[in-house]
């Protein structure tokens, strides 16, 4: 049975950082591209992508230079580095495959306010 599972979310000051931690089991994931996604309105927004071996990576202009991804495929986890964060990070948070194959978790909300 295929399960994502976000956490590492909460609320954090403008200018704060937080790590998020997607446990992935039930699939292949040290052979799988991996992404975070978001949503803070009726779209879900792709923030980063990661590719299996995790040697390479890309983002949305919004994050890049802000967030990093990266995985730890021993331990079937995908994380997500946010840094210098802005209240329009402000979002539940997600991770799935670039092509959103999988069952969606629950996410893990992040909140950027002072």
């Known amino acids: 049975q295929v399960q994502l599972v976000e956490s590492g979310g909460g609320l954090v000051q403008p200018g704060g950082f937080l790590r998020l931690s997607c446990a992935a089991s039930?699939?292949?994931?040290?052979?799988?591209?991996m992404s975070w996604f978001r949503q803070a309105g009726p779209d879900r927004e792709l923030v980063a992508t990661i590719?299996?071996?995790?040697?390479?990576?890309e983002y949305a202009d919004s994050v890049k230079g802000r967030f990093t991804i990266s995985r730890d495929n021993d331990k079937n986890i995908l994380y997500l580095q946010m840094n210098s964060l802005k209240p329009e990070d402000t979002a539940v948070y997600y991770c799935?495959?670039?092509?959103?194959?999988?069952?969606w978790g629950q996410g893990t909300a992040v909140t950027v306010s002072s």
């Open positions: 799935n495959t670039p092509w959103n194959t999988l069952d």
């Open positions: 039930g699939f292949a994931f040290g052979m799988s591209s």
């Open positions: 590719v299996s071996d995790g040697f390479n990576s």
